[in-house]
């Protein structure tokens, strides 16, 4: 049952193939035999008591397409009864009061919660090695990074340990993560879905979005999770929607515009190859390319890396060790207390971007720097803007280079930064993006690592990408490779 997609599993239980009990079961034991560390926090009893409340309400007849299906959520969510630590020891016993809204409108639709899932501190970071629970494996190459921030969703969801998860993207962390694991991923237009109950790391930024094998399963999954939520300030509001909606509409007539800058020096030979054979199979559905130009997309990494650090240094500012959260076991003063609590409960790569954001924000360099990257920030969203004059959506790789080897670039955040180079542009203009599989390249010990198609869109037009992507899976059969032994 693990390799089936969430349609499939709704058919098997909407026709008492399975119940959702021994669906839940299933899970939980592939998940106990797993050593990806992808877990953070499961609690067996609670997951089959949820289960036989859906098995409750399908034999009642009250079932929704959703009802009795397995998810496991990002652990920047907060879940009550599950751990919420946001990857970080600053949060490691913390158990929330509450949910968030995201994880609220699954259990109202009947999913069923397998647990949480581990993710780069706070989501700062692209390989999900700067966690305080460790660093996730990627099952297709146990030496290899599942990327990040959202590692942990993006290879339970590969390996089999769940059907679905949700993920978060500040600059990249759902699409990367789910090109680098070979499974489906999509970050909705910013404001799409709600942030109440999302630990928040850029609030401009942030935004949860849905990871699973396919494009139909991830349009079910949005169609739950994405709605206006007046508990968030940043939610847009806007009725729910079908995403489902356009999955059958053809490419035929469709215009692809092909960024001339994501296909430069630094991309790899192997992922150009895999992502240029994707665009190739589009034209074969009856789509167009279209040569466009996104001149800044080189100016995103210095823009996001000004501005997501001088949000993240004002959100963490509430982590002190006074209201909630680890606490320094000595200290003399409560100045003393704020500064060995932080000191003890950061993450390097955390006080990093902290130090980063304070400098941005300080007197004296915040025109230099900060007020810059904002103004540079809306001619980045301009050039989109241009671009979707000459196509309907944008194409190019995810990521420059597949799944690289865990440690190796521990020591070189820069490289780290830079491999979020074709991502960052889509999370600073707020639009909807997302992976999909297409194909493999080699790693560094010549094995089988995914590649991931970037699809981009413009504001608000997810099903429309949802649709587009759904063609180009129905026409190859990349997203139903699975690991090895899975």
Not at 81 to 91: D, F, I, P, V, Y
């Amino acid at each position: 049952m693990h390799t089936k997609t969430l349609k499939q599993l709704s058919a098997m239980l909407k026709a008492k193939q399975v119940s959702a009990t021994e669906l839940a079961q299933s899970y939980l034991d592939r998940i106990a035999d797993s050593d990806l560390n992808a877990f953070t926090s499961i609690d067996a009893a609670l997951t089959l008591e949820q289960a036989r409340d859906a098995d409750t309400r399908i034999a009642k007849g009250d079932a929704s397409e959703l009802t009795g299906l397995p998810i496991a959520h990002k652990d920047i969510f907060v879940t009550r009864g599950w751990k919420s630590t946001a990857g970080s020891k600053m949060l490691a016993n913390y158990s929330s009061p509450f949910d968030a809204t995201v994880v609220e409108q699954f259990r109202a639709a009947g999913m069923v919660t397998l647990g949480k899932l581990n993710c780069d501190e706070f989501a700062m970071g692209s390989s999900n090695e700067n966690s305080f629970f460790g660093a996730v494996k990627n099952p297709w190459d146990k030496t290899a990074v599942p990327g990040g921030s959202s590692g942990g969703s993006a290879a339970a969801v590969a390996a089999g340990l769940t059907p679905a998860a949700t993920g978060t993207d500040t600059g990249g962390s759902i699409r990367q993560p789910a090109s680098l694991c070979g499974v489906t991923g999509i970050k909705p237009t910013y404001g799409r879905v709600s942030r109440f109950g999302m630990i928040a790391f850029a609030s401009s930024l942030d935004q949860g979005g849905p990871i699973a094998y396919t494009a139909e399963d991830c349009a079910m999954l949005l169609s739950a999770m994405a709605g206006f939520d007046e508990r968030d300030s940043t939610s847009i509001e806007r009725p729910k929607e079908d995403f489902s909606r356009q999955l059958n509409d053809g490419i035929r007539g469709l215009k692809i515009g092909v960024p001339r800058e994501y296909f430069g020096k630094g991309l790899a030979p192997d992922v150009e190859q895999a992502v240029r054979s994707a665009l190739s199979e589009y034209e074969k559905l009856g789509a167009t390319l279209v040569d466009i130009s996104l001149p800044k997309t080189e100016l995103s990494i210095p823009v996001y890396y000004v501005i997501a650090p001088a949000e993240a240094s004002s959100n963490l500012s509430r982590f002190d060790g006074v209201r909630y959260g680890h606490r320094a076991a000595e200290y003399s003063d409560l100045s003393d207390m704020y500064c060995k609590t932080r000191a003890e409960g950061f993450g390097d790569e955390v006080k990093r971007r902290i130090l980063v954001g304070a400098y941005v924000l300080s007197h004296g360099y915040y025109d230099a720097y900060y007020l810059q990257a904002q103004k540079i920030r809306r001619l980045i969203a301009q050039d989109f803007q241009q671009a979707f004059t000459q196509c309907d959506v944008i194409m190019g790789p995810v990521a420059p280079t597949v799944a690289w080897d865990l440690g190796s670039k521990a020591n070189d955040p820069l490289a780290n930064y830079l491999a979020d180079i074709f991502t960052l542009s889509t999370s600073l203009a707020g639009l909807p993006g997302m992976s999909i599989p297409c194909g493999f390249g080699q790693g560094e010990k010549n094995a089988k690592r995914p590649v991931g198609l970037q699809l981009i869109g413009n504001y608000f037009e997810e099903a429309k990408l949802l649709g587009i992507a759904h063609q180009f899976q129905l026409a190859t059969d990349w997203h139903n490779q699975r690991p090895a032994g899975i």
